[in-house]
């Protein structure tokens, strides 16, 4: 269920190309050659035999490029094969097309692989320049997981509803328009933030330590971005950075300005990155590890074969030599989390924080030609130094907090304290 948070694109060549989130393309021949896939029944409606040509290319797609293959035998056969009997009988509903590729995702019983919806074309400008603008109030979410009913505060855009408000990160919504928030409700609850601009919406918030109060919002055009943050903390000379969770093409770049200029009076004693809200696997791992490493830092394991993860590194401002803490949490998902294990078992950097969920992969999406639709698929593992791999199982800190994210506020946050603590002790 975790997976409903994610964003993934992927591209086509002529709706049939498997494209890699970390890597290079699959060679082109590799499309050409895949088995015999089962006979298109000549008596079914174009719509069902659309849907059975998308189901053989999902089910080629798993068989050859799942990273487990020993998962895509003859027991999910069977299961492959009660689902495209249900699909040939019948009538080209999309739900119960879907449902049956769910079920063949399913057996696998493995939550980084996933069915996910058509890739959203670009976002257009509106007049303003802004990319992706919508009307809302103005904030970056986790949706609820089981066991926990809120709508947890990530970021807050500037100058937003959300933001003029008072709302902060680390705060909860627990009810809108006093309906609770429910993790069954999940899918219901973004529209319920969004609307039209000028329009109202009273929300319940909870802030870590304080009682919950209601505060009512009037949605306006929000521009979805949040710029990177840094400083020197407070008494020290230890440097701050939280990179923009709404932009991860930028960081490198921003996180590189951001060393120039914390650097740029006088080199700091050491630096706190901040990796606790940043999720999905569009993480620019390799770009982020060559500003702190060089050389070979791991390798991604694949079916039959390993590749040296190489990295050119420069030093910015110090970057290479200067002590590192990184900071993690369980929101933390994707490369990120191969980020901060592959520095931690490399002996580069202390992480601090709570233990990641494990949802790190090297991913190659299947875009379906008929649906567009889309099959997540783990192709590779990051492997470190140590020959660690944190796929399932997550990544321990050196420094494990009892606080979760949502457990405190940024004016008291205890993993600050702990990194500061790890930078300075002797």
């Not at 590729?101 to 670009?122: F, T, Y």
């Not at 120039?260 to 390799?286: A, H, M, T, Y």
Request: hydrophobic residues 40%; neutral net charge; glycine residues 8%.
């Amino acid at each position: 269920m975790r997976k409903m948070n994610r964003v993934f694109a992927g591209i086509g060549l002529a709706g049939l190309l498997l494209t890699s989130c970390a890597g290079p393309l699959a060679p082109v021949s590799s499309l050409f050659n895949r088995r015999v896939t089962p006979v298109v029944p000549v008596d079914v409606s174009p719509k069902v035999a659309a849907q059975l040509r998308d189901f053989d290319f999902a089910v080629q797609s798993l068989r050859e490029s799942y990273l487990d293959s020993d998962a895509v035998g003859e027991k999910w056969q069977s299961v492959v094969d009660a689902e495209r009997l249900k699909i040939a009988q019948g009538n080209g509903e999309e739900e119960l097309f879907i449902e049956s590729l769910q079920k063949i995702v399913a057996e696998l019983n493995d939550e980084d692989v996933a069915v996910l919806p058509p890739a959203q074309p670009p976002a257009q400008s509106n007049p303003s320049g802004a990319q992706g603008a919508y009307s809302g109030i103005g904030v970056l979410i986790e949706l609820p997981e089981q066991g926990k009913d809120r709508l947890l505060i990530l970021a807050v855009y500037p100058d937003s509803p959300a933001d003029r408000a008072g709302l902060k990160p680390h705060d909860a919504i627990i009810a809108i328009e006093g309906e609770p928030v429910t993790f069954a409700k999940r899918s219901e609850l973004i529209p319920k933030l969004r609307g039209e601009t000028g329009s109202k919406v009273t929300i319940t918030v909870r802030t870590p330590g304080q009682p919950p109060r209601d505060v009512t919002l009037t949605r306006r055009p929000v521009e979805p971005r949040s710029p990177i943050s840094y400083k020197r903390l407070p008494d020290t000379n230890i440097g701050y950075i939280a990179p923009n969770p709404t932009q991860l093409n930028r960081m490198r770049s921003d996180t590189a300005d951001a060393l120039r200029d914390l650097n740029s009076e006088r080199n700091v004693d050491g630096l706190v990155l901040d990796l606790r809200i940043i999720r999905g696997n569009e993480f620019p791992l390799d770009e982020m590890l060559s500003l702190f490493v060089n050389g070979q830092v791991g390798t991604v394991k694949m079916r039959d074969k390993r590749e040296k993860i190489e990295i050119a590194g420069k030093s910015i401002a110090g970057s290479q030599e200067v002590p590192l803490a990184v900071l993690v949490s369980e929101l933390t998902t994707g490369q990120a989390e191969a980020f901060a294990g592959l520095l931690q078992d490399l002996g580069r950097a202390q992480i601090v924080g709570t233990k990641t969920r494990g949802e790190i992969a090297r991913f190659t999406t299947a875009t379906l030609p008929g649906s567009r639709l889309r099959i997540q698929i783990p192709t590779g593992d990051y492997i470190s130094v140590k020959n660690n791999s944190w796929r399932g199982k997550g990544l321990t800190p050196n420094v494990v907090s009892e606080f979760a994210w949502e457990d405190f506020t940024a004016e008291n946050d205890p993993h600050i304290k702990q990194a500061v603590d790890v930078l300075t002790s002797p």
